[in-house]
């Protein structure tokens, strides 16, 4: 008996055993910190990858709204396109079952940087992107053997909003071509000009392009100017080259106008000397700005800022006798800006033109060959240099921009839904200065028009951006050439 006695209480001293409940316990433990571990970092990588692709859908969804072209339907198939969707770009088998949802948004925030919402389809100028994926655990649920409620999976929530427009994209070289024909020299009476000319007002609207572009990189806007939007005026009719500084010295005063020249499609550039007829009033210039950076006040002392008017003279004026003939400046436009893009590797070509669109000069000079309808590339409608079909003739000079790489807006400052008078033949005859306008812009999202002007007031609408003053005009001309850009979630 006290054999037994001694063996039953040698058993309860012994230590032998115990550790092993701690260790049951403690298995539980690191179990979970290594679920912990292990499954938030993958669920942290998998955020990463959804915010990522989030990111790229939103981009891809503004730039579709961008497009004048764009509907609710043509905006969720871009954005589900970049997104890690199945059947989407950024799939990821990362992330199953994600899901994504679209917004089309107007944001003041946006709408500050001059990108408006009634240039689109959708009236918006912002997407917003929601992408959810569900992620499967692998450690944490092993809890479940213990008895633990765990999480099988981990539900993950990424947003992302993109403006249409806004971020600085590759440099650009823009010849501006202003109508200096009698015309232009009327008052419009329209409440948005002021009662000024149109001259005048078309000025203004060139002003706030120049505030609106980038003269020097952002690196060098502190320091030695690098151009990055260089930009040249042109003006038609043309004026006597050694007089140009006329139109660009104060006080300013009109040059000498001699008779329309036809420089040849395509020929090499050369500036014009002498008294010869130049259709360029300023070569490219960087030094438009005195800060050096978009938003700064215009220089009064730049060739640019004096012709435009941002200084104490008047600038550019309506010499006119010589009616409108527009043709042979878009081709000189052209020629220089080839030039100028050899001098700025790659940079981009744009020109933006202002006019009423109604050509119809008798007072052009036809030398050289005459290049006949269907002839070069593109396959031109109608022959030039002629007197007849001169509306024609412009749309055929802007085609030929295009095609080279240029993208032309064209900007109608009262245009009439009649005119174009010289046009009595070719495929196009009888059609309106309205229409030329509209067919020499690059895409109908790049034709822009005053309709609100006095002169022909109502007669020639914008489809793509309706109502717009010239001032907006302008500031929406400059967003084309940026690129999609991210903005802050939760922006109004």
């Not at 009634?118 to 009236?123: F, I, R, Y």
């Not at 600038?315 to 878009?330: C, H, V």
């Not at 031109?380 to 921009?401: E, G, L, R």
Request: with cysteine; proline share 4%.
């Amino acid at each position: 008996m006290r054999k037994r006695f001694r063996s039953l209480l040698r058993a309860i001293q012994r230590q032998d055993g115990q550790v092993l409940p701690w260790m049951a316990l403690l298995t539980v433990l690191f179990l979970g910190m290594a679920g912990l571990t292990l499954d938030l970092g993958h669920a942290y990588v998998c955020y990463r990858e959804l915010q990522a692709s989030t990111d790229a859908a939103a981009l891809a969804g503004a730039y579709q709204l961008s497009l004048p072209t764009a509907t609710t339907g043509s905006l969720d198939a871009a954005v589900q396109a970049a997104s890690s969707m199945t059947g989407g770009k950024n799939v990821n088998i990362n992330l199953p079952q994600a899901n994504v949802t679209t917004t089309a948004e107007c944001l003041n925030y946006v709408t500050a940087s001059g990108v408006i919402c009634t240039g689109t389809a959708l009236d918006a100028n912002a997407v917003q992107v929601v992408q959810t994926a569900v992620v499967p655990t692998y450690f944490i649920r092993a809890l479940a053997a213990f008895g633990i409620n765990s999480a099988s999976s981990i539900t993950l929530k990424a947003e992302s909003t993109a403006a249409a427009k806004g971020a600085q994209n590759a440099p650009y070289n823009i010849a501006i071509i202003i109508d200096t024909t009698a015309s232009m020299g009327t008052v419009d009476s329209d409440a948005a000009c002021g009662g000024k000319t149109r001259i005048d007002c078309a000025l203004s609207g060139v002003q706030t392009l120049l505030q609106a572009l980038s003269p020097c990189s952002v690196a060098s806007e502190k320091g030695t100017c690098v151009g990055f939007d260089t930009v040249s005026l042109f003006t038609f009719p043309n004026i006597q080259a050694n007089a140009a500084s006329d139109d660009t010295s104060c006080p300013t005063k009109n040059p000498p106008i001699p008779n329309y020249t036809t420089p040849a499609r395509g020929a090499t550039w050369t500036a014009p000397t002498g008294t010869a007829g130049t259709y360029q009033v300023t070569g490219f210039l960087d030094n438009y700005s005195n800060t050096n950076a978009a938003g700064g006040t215009l220089s009064t002392t730049s060739a640019l800022g004096v012709a435009t008017g941002a200084s104490t003279c008047k600038g550019l004026q309506t010499p006119g006798g010589d009616g409108t003939y527009y043709a042979a400046a878009i081709y000189a436009a052209q020629s220089s800006l080839i030039a100028d893009q050899l001098n700025n590797p790659g940079s981009l070509n744009a020109m933006v033109i202002v006019s009423d669109g109604d050509a119809d000069s008798g007072n052009i000079t036809v030398t050289g060959t005459v290049q006949a309808a269907g002839t070069g590339s593109p396959a031109f409608t109608v022959a030039y240099p002629s007197t007849t079909d001169q509306c024609q003739q412009a749309i055929d000079a802007a085609k030929y921009a295009s095609a080279n790489g240029t993208t032309v807006y064209t900007i109608a400052y009262g245009a009439a839904n009649s005119g174009c008078a010289s046009d009595k033949s070719g495929p196009l005859k009888g059609l309106s200065p309205c229409t030329a306008l509209q067919d020499m812009a690059t895409n109908l999202g790049d034709f822009y028009s005053d309709s609100n002007s006095s002169q022909n007031k109502g007669q020639c609408g914008a489809p793509d951006h309706p109502s717009l003053t010239l001032n907006q005009i302008f500031t929406n001309v400059q967003t084309g050439f940026t690129n999609s850009r991210l903005i802050p979630n939760g922006v109004t």
